[in-house]
């Protein structure tokens, strides 16, 4: 009789089986829960840039760009409008102070100097003539009163006589009296002729003071004119080149009419813009910096303009100790302006990166230098060269400071 026998379950094949299986749910379940499930990246180190967060001097400074510009500029705005009869210099030229640039012609106002001129003569010989009339009637006056004191001095000497001879009785009371009234009209003529001397003295300063004020008057009018007739030769105020001048032989210019203008160009100045977003720190004295031919020069600001145009304002810039040899006007700088004090901090340095994190984090690399992970920072002030690190970084440590345009939403990178 045939006996059914049982099959085993747990042969060795079986437990092999069973023991793999388990090993692998395991393992799987190891790594989900515990292993790293970041996403990953491999990326060539030759196609990355690496920095190192370092600790140090740290200033921050933005870039300008501006233009050079003569440290003066004087136009030529004439005072005295005329016709253009001869032209001194042409533009480009240079000039030293004084030196003429045009002749303009104004019939009007030379007839004006020559009216002045007359009127201003005819008043002075009417202050000489009112002059000699007083001197004459000083010495009219003056032998009038010789005279006058001449006979006062002679009645009197008869005016005594008659008195005592009255006394005696021996002249009659007519007489006495006669004498005495003569005496006392001479003394009374005496007084009125000493008055109408002082008066005629006094009115007669008068009228000279009055000439001499409206000859000053007249003098400082023909001066005034005559002033005018010599701003009809336009005249170099400064030292400097003519840079533009627009008048032409027979041109008419008009009063106020502005023909060009002179730059002084032993020194130069720097006019930069700079964005409207730092105009509240942005004030005189700040200082910048523009390399040269291979050399650094100092700058700073001396005028700030409060105006914005086109979300830029405007700074004069001047240089330091040390001017450029070479620059020219118009030429183009670019400028590094500090906006703060120096100070220590922790930085890192300036690079693609920013354009995607918006410096909220940064890729780090570890110790083996095979690997780069995300993490989250906090960056303050930045210059041209670097930024300012707040949180988030330790000193000595490398990121990934270039583009991370091809590196997609991966938390780590492994580096080749």
């Not at 650094?296 to 001396?302: A, P, R, S």
């Amino acid at each position: 009789m045939d006996r059914k026998i049982k099959k085993k379950k747990w042969t060795v094949k079986n437990i092999s089986i069973y023991a793999a299986i388990s090993i692998f749910v395991i393992f799987v379940g190891y790594t989900f829960i515990f292993g790293d499930s970041s996403s990953r990246l491999n990326v060539d180190l030759e196609r990355i840039t690496l920095s190192t967060v370092q600790y140090g001097p740290f200033n921050e400074n933005i870039p300008v760009t501006g233009a050079v510009q003569p440290i003066e500029t004087f136009y030529l705005d004439v005072s005295e409008g005329g016709r253009v009869v001869t032209k001194f210099a042409e533009e480009g030229a240079f000039l030293e102070i004084g030196d003429p640039i045009i002749q303009l012609e104004n019939p009007q106002l030379t007839l004006t100097v020559m009216y002045n001129e007359a009127q201003l003569f005819q008043q002075m010989n009417s202050l000489r003539q009112t002059r000699l009339q007083m001197e004459q009637n000083k010495l009219t006056l003056m032998s009038q009163n010789l005279s006058l004191r001449n006979q006062i001095a002679r009645q009197r000497r008869i005016f005594t006589r008659d008195k005592q001879l009255y006394e005696k009785k021996l002249i009659s009371d007519f007489e006495f009296k006669e004498s005495k009234e003569q005496y006392d009209f001479l003394m009374r003529s005496l007084e009125l002729t000493l008055e109408t001397q002082k008066t005629d003295s006094l009115f007669r300063e008068n009228q000279v003071a009055q000439l001499q004020t409206s000859i000053d008057r007249m003098e400082a009018n023909l001066d005034v004119a005559k002033r005018q007739l010599e701003n009809l030769t336009v005249r170099a105020p400064i030292k400097g080149q003519l840079t533009s001048l627009n008048a032409e032989i027979g041109q008419s210019i008009q009063q106020g009419q502005n023909l060009g203008q002179i730059d002084n160009i032993d020194a130069f100045k720097v006019r930069a813009q700079i964005d409207e977003h730092y105009i509240a720190r942005v004030g005189t004295g700040q200082t910048g910096s523009f390399t040269f031919d291979g050399s650094e020069y100092e700058m700073d600001i001396k005028t700030v303009y409060p105006e914005v145009s086109n979300g830029r304002f405007e700074v004069d810039m001047h240089f330091g100790e040390v001017q450029p040899t070479g620059i020219r006007r118009g030429q183009t700088v670019h400028i590094k302006l500090s906006l703060s004090e120096l100070r220590n901090a922790l930085m890192i340095d300036r690079g693609g990166f920013y354009q995607t994190t918006g410096g909220q984090w940064i890729f780090v690399v570890d110790q083996s230098g095979e690997r780069a992970t995300k993490r989250k920072i906090s960056l303050g002030q930045q210059n041209t060269q670097v930024y300012e690190v707040l949180s988030g970084l330790e000193e000595g440590e490398r990121v990934v400071s270039s583009s991370y345009e091809n590196f997609g939403d991966n938390e780590v990178l492994i580096l080749n």
